[in-house]
């Protein structure tokens, strides 16, 4: 394999435990929050499960499909994290046509959209610098 299909895998792995923390005893307070800080609802729980199973096929089909799934989702999630914290609500988990633009603590804003940044910027500079067979 090479770097870029590890690190598509490592996606896999890191996107499946997302799309199961609500299914997990004892990762969510008693409102539904994981970690206290975001709610994960049916939507989230399949974005995070369909983008798991993206990462796994471009994973074990090529060094290209990697790259390609880098890029894309990387842009993808890196877009979302950015308008969570502009509007408190993504658009991947139809969260801005479902709850609209939130008035939200900034800091919470933050706190809740950094996965996707983190995700999503790591993925699209792995597709860019990290590509050495």
């Not at 609500?22 to 970690?35: A, C, I, K, M």
Request: zero cysteines; proline letters at 2%; hydrophobic letters at 55%.
């Amino acid at each position: 394999m090479t770097r870029l299909q590890i690190i598509a895998a490592g996606y896999l792995v890191v996107l499946l435990g997302a799309a199961a923390l609500n299914y997990v005893p004892g990762l969510t307070d008693e409102q539904g929050r994981s970690f206290g800080i975001f709610a994960l609802d049916i939507y989230d729980d399949l974005l995070h499960l369909f983008s798991a199973i993206w990462a796994g096929i471009a994973a074990f089909w090529s060094n290209n499909a990697s790259r390609a799934f880098l890029k894309y989702f990387g842009g993808l999630y890196f877009a979302d994290g950015l308008l969570g914290l502009a509007t408190g609500s993504g658009f991947l988990d139809l969260g801005i046509i479902n709850y609209g633009i939130q008035d939200l603590d900034f800091t919470f804003k933050i706190l809740a959209n950094l996965p996707h940044l983190a995700l999503g910027g790591f993925a699209v500079f792995s597709a860019w610098f990290l590509d050495r067979k």
